[in-house]
């Protein structure tokens, strides 16, 4: 018998029904599809060409040395720097001499942040003395500002706030110079005078003349004033044996003017 091959029969799927939406998103205006196109980065020089992992291991050490060491450096001039007495008058003296405008006493404010406004920072040097003008430069890479006292009072005692927190930062005071633009010279100039001032104030530690300026305000004793009427010393009342003695000079006195009245010489 001959075999007889069997048709293989497709069956139809069966259709999907369209999916109906929901009564409240019936009236929707917003069912719209979004298709996102990713762009490609661009790679970088480091990417398409990176070093070989024992160079990379050297640079991640030096680079972890050196700012170790500026950190350490950094932390040690400030505790050094902190807490030191400020220079004596004859020093100051010697100090201005050597500037061209010496007549202006002009302070360099550093790691000043940049939301302080001039008025915080005329208050806060306000507890040295006498502030004239602050000066912040519009055009700054870094926090400064120069602050201009109005005395050597103050400018002496300004000093003592190297160190102190201004708006959250810990503010440095150094020497400066009048004038907006300033040559390559001057700067290098004024950075010699700040080490050799850095190191009269550690010097001064043991000159009592230096110790002696704070910034705490003298209290002045208070003058009472007395009314010469109510604040009369309250005298002691006579005893009987004043009081007798006194009777006797009067009687005395009393007899003798009547004698001299009648002309009677004794």
């Known amino acids: 018998m001959a075999k007889i091959k069997r ?9 999907a029904k369209p999916i109906q939406p929901d009564d409240d998103d019936s009236g929707s205006d917003y ?52 807490n030191l007495p400020t220079l004596t008058k004859g020093q100051i003296a010697d100090i201005l001499q050597t500037i061209k405008n010496n007549k202006r006493l002009v302070l360099n404010v550093s ?38 006292m109005l005395d050597a009072e103050g400018f002496q005692k300004a000093f003592l706030l190297h160190g102190s927190y201004l708006d959250g930062r810990q503010i440095r005071v150094q020497l400066s110079e009048s004038g907006k633009k300033k040559s390559h010279q001057k700067i290098l100039q004024l950075e010699k005078k700040n080490a050799e001032i850095r190191k009269m ?9 230096a110790k002696e300026v704070t910034l705490v305000p003298k209290v002045q004793p208070k003058v009472v004033e007395r009314d010469p009427y109510l604040d009369k010393k309250k005298t002691k009342p006579p005893t009987k044996k004043e009081i007798k003695a006194y009777k006797k000079k009067t009687s005395l006195k009393a007899k003798f003017r009547n004698v001299a009245l009648k002309g009677i010489k004794v």
């Open 7 to 15: 048709k293989s029969v497709v069956v139809p799927a069966p259709k």
């Open 31 to 82: 069912e719209v599809d979004r298709h996102m196109t990713l762009t490609k980065v661009p790679k970088t020089v480091a990417e398409e060409f990176p070093l070989p992992k024992q160079v990379r291991k050297e640079l991640v050490k030096r680079t972890a040395k050196v700012s170790e060491s500026e950190e350490s450096s950094e932390e040690e001039e400030d505790d050094d720097d902190v």
């Open 111 to 148: 790691n000043v942040n940049f939301s302080t406004s001039k008025e915080e920072i005329e208050e806060h040097f306000r507890k040295a003395g006498r502030v004239k003008s602050v000066r912040i430069p519009k055009k700054r890479a870094s926090g400064f500002a120069f602050v201009e």
């Open 201 to 209: 104030r550690k010097k001064n530690r043991a000159k009592p003349e």
